[in-house]
């Protein structure tokens, strides 16, 4: 008993008790079922049975003595490791909470669902004890014996299973203490990267006609707990829509927990979601909540969702489906209660058609879809997004706002901007930076706008306003001309230190794509 009171987790608790047990003389099997949510009703063999599908008993742990040396009784994964309340021998004793003792057992007794099993280990009892904390049920201790046992080994058992229960819920009240002190840890993190993305970002800046449409949808869907999905390019801001729908929700006093899906290597995709128990694999030190526990009550913001592998797909088509996770190496279904949004640059209309993506995920994802319009499609809120940027640099940085004159909007509207919003924030902070309190400037920004926006005569530059219009063909050819001059500033490097990509504040994959799109030959040293 010592070492059973001792056990801090509730694996080591229920291993020393059922192995405590089997060590005693004639035992040939213990087992511990504990009350837990239904989780096998569509398989399993007593669902006929099954008054409620609720709830039921589920097999945590069992140890024994066969004398069939190819008999593994510490598996739980068999054909009674679920029992319906109130049904069969263990079921009754969960839930009527009084004990049951069957000795001077035969073996062909119309109870018994394995009589072979009976007469060939040579069993002769049977005893279940409730085990029972403060008056709530938690599960059933039972016991096989190949003797006959009395009223005082009944009453031994008694006492084994009332400090098996005591056990139990302590190390249930450990495992609760220790994941809210994860949680809490994992929460204040996720609150300084909002406070870090609200001091850098701040709301939805614009008052163009695809911004105002974006809003309208924001307050249409953020007091339901409907799935979004938020498409468009890289840098156009799609975290900022979903912290949005967020602080609009109802959940707004919980964390929006974000999870990168395009930085989680493959292996790690389910403990990352689910989280995992101690010992689950390698490295698995301890137990830890996944990222679906942490945003319970919340807002989970799947960014970069096509990058989930199929294998991955279907387990969370059933999390989001079933509002159920089960951590890596635990075998306990644990409810969650979160509100999914999601965000991809990828258009996975066509991943689905290339089967790369599943279609029913995809429908499940798409309830509420939100597109998120490239910075070249929204030009007239440039001078607005510029004049904020400018601010909250000058907030960052504890310096005066430069002031952007016409002919610095002239030049800011050449470019095509194929690093949308978050190149702009880039290109504005540096500026800054430069101005050193004094006028803003960009002549040492040429290689962000390219040789044919830095040399271009102001007067041949449409200035954005009311009545002027570039047209799409201009900006693609300023954007092509842009990214050349990238190409070529960097000898036809796309990828990592030094690359296209970096140069021209974007992703390398977006680059890739937008080259190919426009047709830009590769550049050759």
Not at 442 to 459: D, H, V, Y
Not at 489 to 516: C, D, Y
Request: hydrophobic letters at 40%; proline letters at 6%.
């Amino acid at each position: 008993m010592v070492s059973m009171a001792e056990g801090r987790t509730l694996p080591d608790v229920l291993r020393s008790v059922v192995s405590g047990i089997a060590a005693c003389k004639n035992v040939v099997l213990a087992r511990i079922w504990l009350v837990e949510m239904g989780d096998l009703c569509a398989t399993c063999r007593f669902r006929e049975e099954c008054p409620d599908q609720s709830r039921c008993l589920h097999l945590v742990s069992s140890a024994g003595n066969s004398s069939d040396l190819n008999r593994d009784f510490t598996r739980i994964d068999g054909a009674f490791r679920r029992f319906p309340l109130g049904e069969r021998k263990v079921g009754r004793v969960a839930a009527s909470g009084q004990p049951m003792l069957l000795p001077g057992v035969r073996g062909d007794e119309e109870w018994i669902a394995d009589r072979e099993w009976f007469a060939h280990e040579g069993i002769r009892t049977f005893a279940a004890q409730p085990l029972v904390f403060r008056g709530e049920t938690l599960g059933v201790l039972a016991i096989f014996d190949r003797a006959v046992l009395g009223p005082p080994d009944f009453e031994w058992l008694r006492i084994f299973a009332d400090h098996a229960a005591v056990s139990i819920a302590n190390a249930n009240a450990f495992e609760e203490i220790e994941f809210l002190k994860q949680r809490l840890e994992e929460e204040n993190i996720y609150l300084r990267e909002e406070v870090s993305a609200v001091n850098g970002s701040g709301d939805i800046v614009g008052g163009s006609a695809v911004v105002r449409k974006i809003l309208q949808q924001i307050d249409l869907v953020a007091p339901t707990d409907a799935t979004v999905l938020i498409t468009g390019e890289s840098g156009t801001g799609k975290e900022l829509v979903a912290r949005a729908i967020h602080e609009r929700s109802p959940r707004r006093d919980r964390p929006m927990v974000k999870v990168n899906c395009g930085a989680v290597p493959e292996p790690l995709f389910e403990s990352e979601f689910f989280g995992h128990m101690k010992g689950a694999f390698t490295g698995a030190m301890r137990d830890k909540p996944g990222r679906f526990e942490l945003a319970n009550g919340g807002t989970l913001f799947l960014d970069e969702i096509g990058e989930v592998p199929l294998t991955m797909q279907a387990k969370l088509l059933r999390v989001l489906q079933e509002q159920e996770i089960e951590r890596v190496g635990d075998t306990r279904t644990r409810k969650v209660n979160v509100r999914i949004i999601a965000a991809t640059n990828r258009d996975l209309k066509q991943e689905v058609a290339a089967g790369r993506f599943r279609q029913d995920l995809f429908y499940r994802l798409s309830v509420f879809p939100i597109d998120n319009p490239p910075l070249r499609e929204r030009s007239e809120d440039l001078p607005l997004l510029a004049e904020h940027f400018v601010k909250a640099a000058a907030r960052r940085l504890n310096a005066r706002a430069p002031k952007i004159s016409a002919p610095m909007l002239r030049m800011l509207s050449s470019h095509s901007w194929p690093g949308n919003v978050r190149e702009l924030q880039n290109v504005m902070e540096r500026a800054v930076i430069l101005s050193q309190g004094g006028p803003l400037q960009f002549e040492n920004l040429g290689a962000a706008f390219g040789p044919s926006a830095a040399t271009a005569p102001a007067e041949n530059v449409p200035l954005l306003s009311p009545s002027g219009v570039v047209t799409r063909a201009e900006i693609k050819q300023r954007e092509a001309q842009n990214i050349s001059a990238a190409l070529q500033q960097t000898a036809g490097k796309i990828f990592g230190p030094g690359g296209a990509a970096e140069l021209l504040g974007m992703k390398p994959t977006t680059l890739a794509s937008r080259i190919k799109a426009l047709g830009i030959k590769a550049q050759k040293d």
